[in-house]
């Protein structure tokens, strides 16, 4: 801290140096008690997590689309490139698409052929909407932008669907195992420090606890 951000701070929280120092103390000193009784690595039963998914608030993950595409400035030149797309005979997989994208597209995605990757309803700019309508593997119409005018090819979809206890697990154990880290906390500070003078006892308990302390 910068001397005077420090005293701006101890000024924002109407705090002495003293009086912080006793708060960062007894923090400390809580903390090592946690540590020493292993609450800061509290488990989380499946049976927690079932009760806990039950009031989650349900999701919808979007519909999502794997994505190629050849962008061009002129409109002319991007229904020449759509005609040989879709001309007949001619291959409608991505060798063909990719083939064209390198040779004529001015997107950044040109030299992995078109490539974007995937985009959820939503990402992306406006114009990816329209992919969203077109069929998986054939070549959509031209689409103008902003940006120039667009040919889409759609390589995959995944079907928007709600979202499943695997997806959000994690979340749900963080969420448990702070809320049993912030009750024990509460418990040991009663267990140890109630009725205690921070200034005169904390030593004596930190003394104790030392090992678990920043030096």
């Known amino acids: 801290y910068p001397a005077d951000a420090f005293d701006a701070t101890l000024f924002s929280a109407r705090l002495g140096q003293a009086e912080l120092r006793d708060v960062a103390r007894e923090r400390l000193v809580t903390e090592a008690l946690l540590r020493k009784q292993g609450l800061d690595r509290a488990t989380v039963a499946d049976a927690e997590i079932e009760e806990r998914w039950k009031a989650w608030p349900k999701e919808k993950l979007p519909e999502r689309v794997r994505l190629s595409q050849i962008l061009v400035r002129n409109e002319d030149l991007?229904?020449?490139?759509?005609?040989?797309?879709?001309?007949?005979?001619?291959?409608?997989?991505?060798?063909?698409?990719?083939?064209?994208?390198?040779?004529?597209?001015?997107?950044?995605?040109?030299?992995?052929?078109?490539?974007?990757?995937?985009?959820?309803?939503?990402?992306?700019?406006?114009?990816?909407?329209?992919?969203?309508?077109?069929?998986?593997?054939?070549?959509?119409?031209?689409?103008?932008?902003?940006?120039?005018?667009?040919?889409?090819?759609?390589?995959?979809?995944?079907?928007?669907?709600?979202?499943?206890?695997?997806?959000?697990?994690?979340?749900?154990?963080?969420e448990l195992r702070e809320k049993k880290l912030r009750e024990g906390e509460e418990t040991w500070k009663k267990a140890v420090l109630a009725g205690v003078s921070v200034e005169r006892d904390a030593k004596a308990v930190e003394k104790q606890f030392a090992e678990f302390l920043p030096q």
């Open 78 to 174: 991007a229904k020449r490139i759509r005609g040989e797309l879709t001309a007949k005979g001619v291959d409608k997989g991505q060798k063909k698409f990719a083939e064209l994208a390198m040779k004529h597209s001015l997107g950044p995605e040109r030299a992995a052929g078109g490539r974007l990757g995937t985009f959820a309803r939503g990402d992306g700019p406006k114009v990816f909407e329209a992919a969203f309508a077109q069929k998986i593997g054939v070549v959509g119409d031209v689409v103008a932008s902003d940006y120039g005018y667009h040919i889409f090819l759609v390589e995959e979809r995944t079907p928007a669907k709600d979202t499943t206890l695997a997806q959000v697990r994690e979340k749900i154990v963080a």
